[in-house]
């Protein structure tokens, strides 16, 4: 049964409102990504799967338990997502990752796929799908879509903030996928941006706005 989990967690409270207020600059925008990414990826791994491994310490053999990260594979919606991607693979850094490049049309707000590369053993893998905005859905759920089209059925997807709508939208089209959530924002305005939002998370970490 998926969850929809919806992190309350003072840390990353904390630093998405730093990554709210519009004077914060290109470069802590970009590594509070990479962090509160870190964080929720800390609730998003709880239940993975532990193997046994026989190790020494200085005293004695033991076992210890470790995460088999070589099945794991990460999936950054571009551009946004690769902050994301970055400060999981600090946690996980025997993970792959796949790409899916999608921008989202300014006139229909319908995402445009214009790249998709991924391990070729990621059907066997967990997938982790990461975008740090979740606004109407549509890229989220178009995304999840691609990756099902080729055989993969274990995926969760990890956003900073999403708007109601969006949320709806991909609870409605994938049932089946584990959501987790930064914040849950109040709602999209008229532009379908979400508010009270952060802006356009691309623009604010790459600066091209
Ligand atoms: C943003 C964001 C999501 C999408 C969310 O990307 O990173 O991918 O919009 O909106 P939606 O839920 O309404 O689809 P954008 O299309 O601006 O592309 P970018 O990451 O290249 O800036
Ligand atoms: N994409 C963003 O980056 N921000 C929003 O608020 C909506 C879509």
Redesign the pocket.
């Known amino acids: 049964m998926a969850v929809v989990t919806i992190m309350d967690h003072p840390l990353i409270q904390h630093k998405l409102g730093i990554m709210r207020r519009k004077d914060t600059s290109t470069k802590e925008f970009r590594d509070l990504v990479t962090e509160v990414a870190m964080l929720i990826c800390y609730e998003a791994t709880r239940n993975l799967p532990l193997t046994d491994v026989e190790i020494e310490t200085p005293l004695v053999k033991t076992t210890v338990q470790e995460i088999e990260g070589k099945k794991l594979c990460i999936v950054p ?5 690769l902050h994301m991607a970055d400060g999981i693979l600090k946690l996980i850094p025997n993970a792959k990752v796949g790409h899916i490049g ?3 049309d300014e006139k229909t ?1 319908e ?1 445009v796929e214009y790249f998709c590369k991924l391990p070729s053993d990621s059907a066997k893998r967990e997938i982790f799908v990461v ?10 759920v178009e995304a999840i879509n691609l990756l099902k089209k080729r055989g993969i059925s274990k995926i969760h997807f990890l956003c900073l903030i999403a708007a109601p709508e ?1 949320l709806e939208r991909l609870r409605n089209a994938h049932p089946d996928v584990n959501v987790f959530i930064g914040n849950l924002d109040e709602r999209l305005n008229e532009d ?1 941006y979400i508010v009270p939002g952060l802006g ?4 604010r970490i790459y600066g091209t706005k």
């Open positions: 919606i571009l551009r946004a997502g999608l921008y989202r707000l995402p975008d740090p905005m979740l606004a109407t859905g549509g890229s989220a969006g379908s356009d998370a691309g623009d």
